[in-house]
C-alpha cells in the first residue's frame, strides 16, 4: 500500500498543513484551535485540518 501524497490526503496534521501552505507550525496551530469546525477537528490529542476548507479559508482571508 502506498503513502498517500499531501494534495491527496482529505485531513492533514498540524505539520503537514504547514508544510503544505508554507506557513508556520505554530500559527498554523493556532489557526486550528481558533477555528474548530469551521477547517479543523480535534481528534483524540491532536488537530486535524481538513485540506480543501483550509485552502477555501486561506482565499476568502488575505490576512492570518
Known amino acids: ?13 498540524v505539520k503537514e498543513a504547514a508544510a503544505y501552505f508554507n506557513i508556520g507550525i505554530k500559527k498554523t496551530r493556532r489557526l486550528a484551535e481558533d477555528n474548530v469546525g469551521v477547517f479543523s477537528v480535534y481528534c483524540g490529542n491532536r488537530y486535524m485540518i481538513i485540506r480543501a476548507k483550509f485552502e477555501e479559508y486561506l482565499l476568502e482571508n488575505q490576512v492570518i
Open 1 to 13: 500500500m502506498r503513502e498517500l501524497e499531501l494534495n491527496e490526503k482529505y485531513m492533514l496534521t
